[in-house]
């Protein structure tokens, strides 16, 4: 057993979501992620609700198994240890707003001319260049900006966001693999790159079919409740006990779905095709709850899955945290506080890879400035 | 320039999305990706509306770049040639039900044992493993049952999808990332791995907020419309012309939102503090928009914007393939046809790296087969 990245050192100089989630993903695949904070109160998200003994399960949620030291890089002493830690590192990343680094003195070129293996990563609102490159922007600001929002909600209703800050953590996830890619041709070349990955790219990157959509017929989609834009039946349905979902994606299933109903509508021409359901979606709706309507949630999903069609409930997150499937799947892990207690719950690790261990537990997330000896012992060992 | 992945042979078996949407990515970044497809019909996506000159611009969205070659795997001939593939490729990614590699007599096991450099990815609804392992699912199947749905929408309204795929996407993605941090192992040690990405586990991965606060409280949040749920002021306003969104999210930021709105709020105990504003956040949102409704979004923007206040406008599909940053980041490009016409609009890559191209086109998206006698003439090179 041994983790895919261990071996590689990280430093970490992000703050709040998007880069802490890229080098939480590193951590999890075996990654020695060193978090460099500002030595007043350290990463905002420390001072995130909610606590727990008094310390933010939100930061202890994404930092768990980072080490950290708190460093002012305006101060000489602490610049020495920095630029020994670049020496140590393969990769540094940071989510500061652009010109940040630079004005710092460890701007991508500065960087690059000193250390010319070191992989840089950048995620931010709006990227590195470009007009709005230097605007503050927020998850929320470009779930809205990036198309999101105008397509998630309900018709004839206003927008709503995302439930989770996709705009932060798809941009972690778009640094992660550019992170992983130039780690790949760092090892065969020698030579560094820089990353830049911008929030609102990475939301627009997520929209294939509405960005399809809008440019073939010129007219954006809205949004569509809890129905697929272009798939029929693929939505939530009422049970005599509450909603869930049917998704019957071709043909072939919807077949299989009148069946299991025992409604005769298959043959018929006015639901025999995708685009013909489609046309006719809310008739389709009120004939399936006739009969949905007769019996439970779970009555529906048992019999629906013993055919083949995609079918599920609709949980909240304390059901989720109890679903089997992702008990089974290791996907509820405890994070340790640092007297080895469990002291909260988090997210697994969602990237299953033989040969690679997948604990049940993750270390603390640290105190600020709580590993500055051990590392300090570790540069020493250099 | 050299694209970081350039040299690395994906030979890709997926179809419709969290498999393509990987393999995508490995092709943005350089990889050589041959579709491997069945003969009747190809990947279901070739289907998928909208179309153009008879041609799935959905399929083009999602598949520019890669070759496609026709195979029967039950076919003597087909799996010769699916073997001499196989030898030559670095990864094999596929999204099929659980089982279906096995009974092709290609699953883990026996490709490993042939095949020891072989990555192998896999991207399903729920994962290898589990008691719900073979159960069918698409993403709105997993956006229902992993929670995400929970927290999307309005407050005592029926929760609503989430307008972009993100049950596919964001597997896609963690697939992609494991895929590259396994290429990493195995350029060091030679061995190759299998990575098992769910659908399911991958959307409780982007829940930090929500996980969090269940398991500290014990109780699951649900849906907060277009607002943070534990952040004010950061949802959207009216403005004289439409909604626009603020995101102040922090003290510092709400000072200087109040001094841009001129309402001396930031010293009153009802506000002064971020838990005090989410206690008070329906009365502060209805004085705030008493002032914000006297100007167009535009003017708030920009007046906010100059003070540094996160904000932005709320972005239809159209808008956002117009938006001056994206245009500037070559965030959407053209899919060539054959003939090498602009024929699509696609979303560019995110991805941005020193010294990779980034090209402003795309290479067409393969017709089925399209690409059979120059993959023939590439394994004799071999």
Chains 1, 2 share one sequence.
Not at 100 to 122: F, N, Q, S, T
Not at 192 to 213: C, F, N, P, Q, Y
Not at 316 to 334: C, S
Request: with cysteine; proline share 7%; hydrophobic share 40%.
């Amino acid at each position: 057993m041994t983790a895919p990245l261990k071996g590689y050192t990280i430093l970490d100089l992000t703050h709040v979501l998007a880069g802490p989630f890229c080098t939480m993903t590193l951590s999890d695949m075996g990654a020695h992620v060193i978090k460099v904070e500002p030595p007043r109160g350290g990463d905002d998200t420390r001072a995130f609700p909610p606590f727990k003994d008094g310390k933010s399960a939100y930061f202890a949620a994404i930092n768990h198994g980072k080490k950290s030291i708190a460093l002012n890089l305006k101060e000489d002493g602490d610049r020495a240890i920095f630029d020994r830690l670049l020496a140590r590192a393969d990769v540094v990343v940071e989510n500061f707003r652009p010109g940040v680094m630079e004005r710092l003195g460890y701007g991508w070129e500065d960087l690059h001319a000193a250390y010319p293996r070191l992989i840089y990563g950048a995620v931010s609102g709006f990227g590195h260049s470009g007009p709005d490159a230097k605007r503050p922007a927020y998850d929320m600001v470009v779930q809205a900006r990036g198309g999101v929002m105008s397509i998630t909600g309900e018709k004839d209703r206003e927008p709503v966001r995302v439930g989770a800050s996709i705009g932060d953590i798809i941009a972690g996830m778009y640094l992660t693999q550019g992170i992983l890619a130039a780690l790949l041709d760092r090892d065969r070349t020698g030579k560094g790159r820089k990353i830049d990955v911008a929030m609102l790219d990475s939301i627009l990157a997520t929209l294939e079919h509405a960005v399809a959509l809008t440019t073939v017929t010129g007219k954006a989609p809205g949004p569509t409740g809890a129905r697929h834009p272009s798939i029929t039946p693929f939505e939530t349905f009422h049970a005599s006990d509450g909603l869930f979902v049917i998704a019957a994606g071709n043909d072939k299933l919807f077949e299989k779905l009148c069946i299991c109903l025992d409604l005769p509508l298959s043959d018929d021409p006015r639901f025999a095709t995708n685009p013909a359901r489609c046309e006719n979606t809310r008739l389709l709706k009120r004939l399936i709850e006739a009969v949905t309507l007769e019996h439970t949630c779970a009555h529906w999903i048992a019999k629906l899955t013993a055919a083949g069609i995609p079918t599920g409930p609709i949980q909240t997150i304390d059901q989720v945290l109890r679903d089997p499937q992702i008990l089974a799947r290791n996907m509820v892990v405890d994070v340790l506080d640092k007297n080895g207690r469990q002291a909260y719950k988090a997210a697994g690790n969602p990237i299953k890879m033989t040969d690679a261990p997948d604990p049940t537990t993750r270390g603390p997330a640290p105190d600020l400035d709580g590993n500055r000896g051990e590392i300090l012992r570790w540069l020493e060992q250099g």
